[in-house]
Nanobody, 119 residues
């Protein structure tokens, strides 16, 4: 059964850092684009960051540019999200997702990890 399992969430003060990880059992992980999304209470899920299958290409939502960094280790089937200078508005459940067809749609999703940033 394909799984994406996120870890690394928690409670942090504004200005602090967290590193999220996503372990994947997607068979085609090394040829899949991976992404992070988040969903805050009462809001729709939103895109945060995406990394190409090779790791050479990344893109971010404007509000996290310069603060968040997405990376991957294809040898370990892992994708990470380093989050620095966190703000209270970053509080959300964070999900990783796999785009195995490289068409911008996401076939597999993790269960999410909670990130709470206190002011």
């Amino acid at each position: 059964q394909v799984q994406l399992v996120e870890s690394g969430g928690g409670l942090v003060q504004a200005g602090g850092s967290l590193r999220l990880s996503c372990a994947s059992s997607v068979l085609t992980f090394s040829s899949s684009a991976m992404a992070w999304f988040r969903q805050a209470p009462g809001k729709e899920r939103e895109f945060v960051a995406r990394i190409s299958w090779s790791g050479f290409s990344t893109n971010y939502r404007d509000s996290v540019k310069g603060r968040f960094t997405v990376s991957r280790d294809n040898a370990k089937n892992m994708v990470n999200l380093q989050m620095n200078r966190l703000k209270p508005e970053d509080t959300a459940v964070y999900y990783c997702a796999a785009d195995t067809k490289l068409d911008g749609s996401y076939d597999y999703w993790g269960q999410g990890t909670q990130v709470t940033v206190s002011s």
